[in-house]
């Protein structure tokens, strides 16, 4: 009986683990979900630190959409699936924080980081 408690607990923990990292069917996966955020940020910071800045008769708003629409058509997920995936996220804080805590991370580095014109990468 004792040995059945046992390979229930240990069967348990590990269903647990591994309902913890996947996510329903129609949601994207966290890692591809890191990717698209991650290349949304980096539109972002394109739009605001490089084309408005060279030239401001650009309407902010459509220009944004049209790079957004951009990172999702380069990464094949649709506007649905992706407003779906974002609130799934929302929705689940620990799964989040771990995109998160990975696009702060790959942020960091030297050679992706991007900057304003005129302004150098301190030498590394």
Not at 111 to 119: A, C, E, F, S
């Amino acid at each position: 009986m004792r040995g059945w408690l046992v390979l229930l607990f240990i069967a348990s923990v590990l269903w647990g683990c591994q309902s913890k990292q996947q996510v329903p069917d129609g949601i994207i996966a966290p890692d591809k979900m890191e990717a698209v955020l991650f290349d949304m940020l980096r539109s972002g910071n394109l739009i605001n630190n490089f084309l408005l800045a060279k030239d401001s008769s650009l309407p902010k708003e459509q220009t944004q959409i049209d790079w957004i629409n951009k990172v999702l058509i380069f990464h094949e997920v649709s506007e649905q699936q992706f407003k779906e995936s974002f609130t799934y996220y929302q929705h689940h804080p620990a799964l989040m924080a771990q995109i998160m805590d990975s696009i702060s991370k790959i942020e960091e580095d030297p050679l992706i980081k991007i900057t304003k014109p005129g302004k150098l990468l301190p030498a590394q």
